[in-house]
């Protein structure tokens, strides 16, 4: 039940392009002194 909300969610979070704004938020919040090893 859960996963499937979680996938309609994703899925309309993609299609109206806010997934990008989610992605952007958790790095910001979440990601802060990473670095990249190249």
């Known amino acids: 039940m859960f996963g499937g ?3 309609i969610a994703v899925g309309a979070a ?3 392009g806010a ?3 989610v992605v952007a938020w ?3 919040a ?3 002194d990473v ?3 190249v």
Request: proline share 6%; no cysteine.
């Open 35 to 37: 670095r990249l090893p």
């Open 14 to 16: 993609l299609v109206t």
């Open 19 to 21: 997934w990008n704004d």
């Open 26 to 28: 958790l790095r910001d």
């Open 5 to 7: 909300v979680l996938l």
């Open 30 to 32: 979440l990601v802060t």
